[in-house]
């Protein structure tokens, strides 16, 4: 038990997510959607999750919210192993946010965080106590939307919807949090909106870890740690955030050359022009 505790300690805090070599077949054709997975994710880490269409970056996010189990390799997420738990108690201590996300358009955004503490679309009033009902004031005030609480989620702009649906999967309290491109189809005011609101949640819960799929650098907040390239459905780099969001790590990921710059924590990529061969 010493050696072990030892271990931990030297290795860092224990891990909120562990894949060992996870492997995904879609059962009817056989095809791969993700091989031979290894990727761990630990408290106060944010991932930034990239890679090009149907490189699997959806499918290892269902994964790591227990939304689907592997089909070969183990998965471990809040000291549960996918496969040995009841998976609804896991999903109800990960925060898991998608911009396709299904919410009734007619309530207001107050109470779209509200059903965040019962994990139900549609609100179950007799669970929302006092206390339940100020934390989700709270959540709005932190993600600095308080002056939303009564206006329908149908008139709210998608900035503003992203930052309910964060605050609403911050009502369990989780120390996970997913988010699937929650800056797609955004503007730029709402995007830049958007990336501090992230930023300043990293720096207000330091145990939160956040892994964010996104095709697009410059929607990463500087608090993004650590980053996660696929293709193909494999990993080809994944690490702290300076060694991986190389231009030749994104060139290798893209399939096109990619030159990378960073100013003031922000990162942008954009591909380089070739010179015409046929002239």
Known sequence: MAEETARRTHEGP?????LREVSVR???TGQVILDDIDWTVRPSEHWALLGANGAGKTTLLR???ALMHPTTGSVEILDGRLGRVDVRELRARIG??????????????HTVVLTGHTGTV????RTYGE??????HELLAELEIKELA???YSVCSGGQRARILIARALMAEPALLLLDEPFNALDLPSREDLVEAMHRLAEG????????????LEELSPAVSHALLLREGRILSGGPVEEVLTGPGLTACFGRPVRVNRHEGRWWAYSVRQPRTDV
Do not use: I
């Not at 946010?97 to 207001?108: F, G, I, K, N, Y």
């Not at 206390?131 to 989700?136: G, I, L, T």
């Open 150 to 152: 009564d206006r329908p």
């Open 14 to 18: 224990r891990p909120l997510l562990a």
């Open 26 to 28: 879609r059962y009817t």
């Open 96 to 109: 898991h946010v998608t911009s396709a996300q299904r919410v009734p358009e007619d309530l207001d955004a």
């Open 131 to 136: 206390e339940v009902r100020q934390r989700a």
């Open 63 to 65: 994964l790591a919210g």
């Open 122 to 125: 549609q609100p179950l009033w």
């Open 205 to 216: 819960r330091p145990r939160l870890a956040t892994v964010t799929v996104t095709h697009h």
